[in-house]
């Protein structure tokens, strides 16, 4: 495996008759958390799901080197995984249950099944949830039983849809601090963001849309400076104005 | 409680309903006279009631996973009014060709009917789902089958009145009663029950990832589209096989899936096997109710599945709300 994540070329997502995605060129790599940013409507979300495989498109996109197109299902479920920003599951599945959901198409025998399960809800810390009901957790207990449903594919690519909307300061902290620690053992992690100093603070890299074109991508430092974000929000940034917090 | 257990439990509660079943009717079992008769009329009865509600149950569980909602029945693929429009018009035609069909085994005409009317409902159902439908096309394509089949059914019902052996017969069609089932329906709707039941156990890890929705079912390798497929290929021959031996039975396929998810949990590959057999235990019973109860003659099955059904329906929906809000 390469250090490129993700490799997309002239990527175009139409649904309907109105083009949602021109021309997305963009590369992720292993070991980094790397941000989606662009106001509402700039097509992070939809970027996102092409990526997984979710939305049909036009273009080349590279997943580990393979393309995506060509990859069975249970293939693309051994490069990827994706967490949506909410997930619709409302049934009182145990979290040990969810979690195995990752291992639906995988055909591998029970032991590794089993291991990867054990291990994804270690890392996440929610192996001691794991006789509890989905539907009875917290919003950030549920981010993180799914977080572990994604880690139990044992894709090394994670793609996340806000990960931390809807939760309190503290939960995001952790949370953020949790993709830090998997990045850092080399996961590649993609997220779309909505908080610029979120992305300031916690990813390497930065992709900037809006009106789904990618305008500016490049280490977050230079994607959340004064230009790109005069061009692509309309609004002046200001010095040492963002707030910061860190966990006790 | 272990799923073992609630098996035993739930093959007990099958073992009594039926023992209940063979003994309640007008004559008595102490006629020796009519005691093998008895028990050969009673025992196809109440397999037919078991198999009925077997396969009304599982088809309960498998939409209401499909569906993402615990108020779906399966009769909301409209695959039972096409059922029991199969019926209605098999009925139609035998009584029209009735002297040149003397050759033929009538009591078979009205299982193969609405095994008909059930899979033309299917195949309009398909056909929506080839041209790529989501769900909620589906629901409504169910809706205006079911809408436009029950319309035909109560104009071809009224027309019958005309012959009142034949209104008479097409009303308690209708009303839903396993009271004409004999062995050769049963024989007829079992490996119908069976495979069907098999098939959407086989579905069962697939229709639990898909509660997450179907993008996260998705993302998670689940071939969709087949799912959805298949999953309505076999309630359509669920709902087949009961129909074929009880005609319009009401509430089974709602309240049974929805009485065991607090004590099974929401896992299909659990809840198959438990509501097969909840499902035919509940019918069994409500047939020996129909025929306990006091009256010229005895209650058609849909009207005490109706009931108890509509009732019990409300108290598990309560039960559910006051678990949810904590009251």
Redesign the interface.
């Given at each position: 495996m390469g250090d490129t994540a993700i490799l997309t070329e002239g990527v175009q997502v139409t649904l309907g008759a109105r083009p949602v995605l021109r021309d997305i060129s963009f590369q992720a790599r292993y070991g980094a958390i790397t941000a989606l940013l662009g106001p509402n409507g700039a097509g992070k979300t939809t970027l996102l799901?092409a990526v997984?495989?979710?939305l049909p498109h036009e273009g080349r996109i590279e997943v580990a080197g393979e393309d995506l197109h060509r990859l069975h299902?249970?293939d693309?479920?051994r490069l990827l995984?994706?967490v949506?920003q909410e997930?619709?599951?409302?049934?009182?599945?145990?979290v040990e249950?969810v979690v195995r959901?990752?291992r639906?198409?995988?055909r591998t025998d029970r032991q590794s099944h089993h291991a990867a399960v054990e291990h994804a809800m270690e890392v996440v810390d929610v192996a001691h949830l794991r006789k509890r009901s989905f539907t009875q957790l917290s919003g950030g207990e549920r981010r993180r039983v799914l977080l572990a449903?994604a880690l139990a594919?044992e894709a090394k690519l994670i793609l996340l849809d806000e990960p931390t909307a809807s939760l309190d300061i503290r939960h995001a902290l952790s949370f953020y601090d949790l993709l830090k620690e998997l990045a850092a053992s080399g996961y590649c992690i993609v997220a779309v963001l909505h908080r610029l100093d979120d992305a300031a603070r916690f990813t390497e890299r930065a992709i900037l849309l809006k009106d789904g074109r990618l305008l500016h991508q490049g280490t977050t430092a230079d994607v959340i400076s004064a230009e790109p974000i005069r061009d692509v929000y309309g609004v002046e940034m200001e010095e040492a104005t963002v707030l910061s917090f860190r966990l006790r | 409680m272990s799923a073992t257990r609630l098996h035993l439990a739930l093959v007990l509660a099958v073992v009594v309903a039926g023992v209940l079943a063979l003994f309640t009717g007008a004559a008595s079992l102490g006629d020796e006279s009519l005691r093998a008769t008895l028990l050969q009329l009673r025992g196809a009865r109440l397999l037919a009631a078991f198999l009925a509600g077997a396969a009304l149950s599982v088809g309960g569980v498998a939409v209401q996973g499909l569906f993402r909602n615990p108020l779906a029945s399966p009769s909301i693929l409209g695959t039972t009014a096409g059922a029991n429009l199969g019926g209605q018009i098999a009925l139609l035609t035998a009584s029209a060709l009735s002297g040149a069909s003397a050759a033929l085994a009538i009591e078979m005409v009205l299982p193969i009917g609405s095994l008909i009317g059930a899979l033309v409902a299917l195949g309009i159902l398909l056909i929506f789902l080839r041209a790529g439908a989501d769900l909620l096309t589906l629901l409504l394509t169910g809706f205006i089958l079911s809408s436009l089949f029950l319309s035909i059914g109560s104009f071809l019902t009224s027309m019958a009145q005309e012959s009142w052996e034949l209104g008479r017969t097409m009303v308690a069609w209708s009303l839903g009663s396993v009271s004409g089932a004999g062995a050769r329906h049963v024989l007829f709707a079992l490996p119908l029950t069976i495979v069907g039941t098999i098939a959407i156990w086989g579905w069962g890890h697939a229709l639990d990832v898909m509660l997450s929705g179907e993008e996260e079912a998705a993302s998670l390798g689940v071939d969709v589209k087949a799912t959805r497929r298949w999953v309505v290929v076999w309630v359509a021959v669920l709902t087949g096989a009961a129909v074929s031996l009880g005609g319009g039975v009401a509430f089974v396929g709602l309240i049974v899936p929805h009485a065991l998810r607090p004590i099974v949990g929401a896992e299909h590959r659990r809840l198959v096997p438990s509501a097969a057999l909840l499902g035919g235990a509940f019918l069994i019973a409500c047939d020996a109710l129909g025929r306990a109860l006091p009256g010229r003659s005895e209650i058609p099955l849909g009207i005490v599945t109706g009931l108890i059904g509509a009732p019990l329906f409300l108290w598990l929906l309560v039960r559910m709300q006051r678990e949810a809000y904590g009251g």
């Open positions: 799901k997984a495989g979710l299902r249970a693309r479920v995984a994706y949506p997930s619709l599951l409302a049934s009182p599945f145990r249950h959901q990752a639906y198409s995988l449903r594919t | -």
